[in-house]
């Protein structure tokens, strides 16, 4: 099996998800979180999802899954490592670099960036035709599709390895070229921006906004709810990044994200954003 033994660096909503996935595919899965509690947390989210696909008759056994998830304290050599953390292209960054001084030569580095160029992050490395992005999509056990993004010095190899793994793990690859945001974000997130938009200049209230894109656009959820699903402060920063990215001041923040994020109100995960969650 290729990339039998995988490294994946961040724990929360979108690490533990690769993470399971990953296991659930037969592979031997290193987790490692520098907050501390945040593995055990990912854990335990993790249990609570393949719980819930068993359930549904997926096939899952939790404690064969979850017996292939080893907590690490620090970086381990594996055949790939994926890297999910918190969009920032500094922090990112000094994971590549660390990972290039650990990991064996012949090791992928990916990013599940969902807007840093893969190249910035590269260029931290030895090893740039080995660096690849590969997005996954939220809830990772669900959602099918994996972007995978290559920069002009990721090898045609390293693609195909990707692209392979993805199917193995039941996902649909469609690979995307290195620029910011690549193709999901550099579409989404001016849909995500001109609803905050509406919703500042009073056109209509959240409720209305995602029932007319919803039903009228025939999506299974409104820009306002993904945007919460998402992270407002995740919909910040990938903002920024196609805005510095691509020259363009279409894609400033719109200020009423700029405030629900300054006041701490990021989404599902700190229980209050667009709207307001138990």
């Known amino acids: 099996m290729r990339f039998a033994r995988v490294l994946v660096v961040g724990a ?17 899965v290193l987790l490692h979180d520098a907050a501390p509690g945040a593995v055990e ?14 359930a549904k008759g997926a ?22 490592m994926v890297e999910a953390v918190v969009e920032d292209a500094e922090v990112k960054r000094d994971i590549f670099e660390r990972a290039d001084r650990v990991l064996p030569a012949e090791a992928v580095l990916a990013s599940n960036t969902s807007s840093i160029p893969i190249a910035s992050l ?12 590969m997005h996954f999509f939220n809830p990772v056990p669900v959602m099918a599709l994996v972007e995978v993004v290559r920069t002009p010095e990721t090898a045609d190899e390293t693609v195909r390895e990707i692209v392979e ?23 989404l997130m001016p849909y995500v921006n001109e609803a905050a938009w509406a919703l500042h200049d009073g ?3 959240p409720e209305a ?3 007319i894109a919803k039903l009228g656009f025939n999506h299974p959820m409104g820009p306002l709810a993904l945007a919460d699903l998402i992270g407002l402060d995740t919909c910040v920063a990938i ?23 300054a006041a701490g109100r990021l989404g599902r995960k700190s229980g209050r954003g667009f709207y307001e969650y138990s």
């Open 203 to 205: 056109v209509a209230e």
């Open 41 to 54: 947390r990912g854990l335990g989210v993790m249990r609570k999802s393949i719980e819930r696909l068993a």
């Open 239 to 261: 903002m920024e990044v196609l805005r510095d990215g691509l020259g363009d001041e279409r894609y400033e923040p719109c200020p009423l994200l700029r405030d629900h994020v």
């Open 59 to 80: 096939g899952l056994d939790p404690e064969e899954v979850l017996g292939r998830v080893e907590p690490v304290d620090d970086f381990a050599p594996a055949d790939l």
């Open 122 to 133: 590269a260029a931290a490395t030895g090893r740039p035709e080995r660096v690849v992005g």
């Open 165 to 187: 793994l993805a199917h193995e793990l039941g996902k649909t690859p469609a690979e995307a070229n290195d620029f910011p945001g690549f193709v999901s974000n550099r579409i």
């Open 209 to 211: 906004i995602d029932t």
């Open 12 to 28: 929360g909503q979108m690490g533990g998800g690769i993470a399971q996935v990953m296991a659930a595919s037969g592979r031997r």
